[in-house]
């Protein structure tokens, strides 16, 4: 079936370092989202992108989709610890189907 | 406050035993959906469901079973066939524009 690759699976970070996780697919993508679970929680959604070469900013956190929607990455900038727990991609193959998750990147972050 | 509430939040099955977890929405979502979680493995998609009475199989739909014969429920029995049950199992809801929204999910465990 269609799979999904994310990078790294762990990163431990020093409290204000950056952090970036990357999530790559062999077929172009209909959308990509990203979610973030903190330990013990349930998945929480944090933005959609859509558009070839798109970038998106919340705060300290950067998304960015490939120009062939194939690939994309979040950065978070300045990491503090309530960044940690995993973060996910999740694409979908076309409009309105389902979604495939990645395996998920768990940051944690060393005060 | 609209939302996903799975219920319970802990679960102990026996060997042979089938059991069902509930889960409800009040966000008048058409889609739902139910993923198991184990450590280090993401999200996999077990049944989803697009509209009321239909459903589809996911990537490991093997050993468990789902009605939707109203909008706002979508309960998952796992069967005594499911050979490796423990697992953290989240039920999801989607509506246009978003991402999925999840409940706060469900331990079970094999006793």
């Known amino acids: 079936g269609q799979q999904v690759m994310q990078i790294p699976q762990y990163q431990h970070v020093q409290e204000g370092e950056d952090f970036t996780t990357y999530c790559n697919s062999s077929?172009?993508?209909?959308?990509i989202q990203w979610y973030k679970q903190r330990p013990g929680g349930h998945p929480v959604f944090l933005i959609q992108l859509v558009k070839s070469g798109e970038v998106k900013k919340q705060k300290r956190l950067t998304f960015q989709f490939g120009e062939a929607k194939k690939n994309s990455s979040l950065h978070i900038t300045a990491t503090q610890t309530t960044d940690v727990g995993t973060y996910f991609c999740?694409?979908?193959?076309?409009?309105?189907?389902?979604?495939?998750f990645g395996q998920g990147t768990e940051l944690s972050v060393k005060p | 406050d609209g939302g996903i509430t799975q219920s319970p939040k802990y679960l102990f099955r026996k060997e042979g035993q089938n059991v069902t977890l509930s889960c409800e929405q009040n966000?008048?979502?058409?889609?739902m959906y139910w993923y198991r979680q184990d450590p280090g493995q993401g999200l996999r998609l077990i049944y989803y469901s697009q509209i009321v009475n239909d459903f589809q199989k996911g990537d490991i739909a093997e050993g468990y079973s789902v009605s939707r014969e109203k909008k706002e429920s979508f309960p998952l029995t796992v069967t005594s066939a499911q050979k490796n049950p423990t697992a953290f199992y989240l039920c999801a809801s989607w509506g246009t524009g978003y991402g999925y929204t999840f409940g706060s999910g469900t331990r079970l465990t094999v006793v």
């Open positions: 999740a694409v979908s193959y076309n409009q309105g189907g389902k979604l495939i």
């Open positions: 966000l008048n979502h058409d889609a």
């Open positions: 077929t172009t993508l209909s959308n």
